[in-house]
């Protein structure tokens, strides 16, 4: 299973960016999937999380800003970042959660896309 991750940038405090994650292979079902931000000289925290059957969380720090999504037929998991703040600015990477046919369960992260947030 690879993953492939877009729509970070650059955007102005108060603004928006989308954040998509697409899972690509075969043999495999997806049974969780979740975004992690880690900033320059600090630790890697989950953001937001979402279940197979589609049960969400979050971070306090993005409650009511951030929204984790899925699209099943897709293998995609999406992060809507809303009203965001100078603090949001990281690498935000994905993780997908699957059973392999041959893997059996296993993670696999994605590669990492940059949000900076100007104040």
């Known amino acids: 299973v690879q993953l492939q991750a877009s729509g970070g940038g650059l955007v102005q405090a108060g603004g928006s960016l989308r954040l998509s994650c697409a899972a690509s292979?075969?043999?495999?079902?997806?049974?969780?999937m979740a975004w992690y931000r880690q900033a320059p000289g600090k630790q890697r925290d989950v953001v937001a999380t979402?279940?197979?059957?589609?049960?969400?969380t979050y971070a306090d720090s993005v409650k009511g800003r951030f929204t984790i999504s899925r699209d099943v037929a897709k293998n995609t998991v999406y992060l809507q970042m809303d009203s965001l703040k100078p603090e949001d600015t990281a690498v935000y990477l994905c993780?997908?959660?699957?059973?392999?046919?041959?893997?059996?369960?296993?993670?696999?992260w994605g590669q990492g896309t940059q949000v900076t947030v100007s104040s």
């Open positions: 979402i279940t197979g059957g589609g049960r969400t």
């Open positions: 292979g075969s043999g495999f079902v997806i049974h969780g």
């Open positions: 993780k997908v959660d699957f059973i392999g046919v041959r893997s059996g369960y296993d993670t696999v």
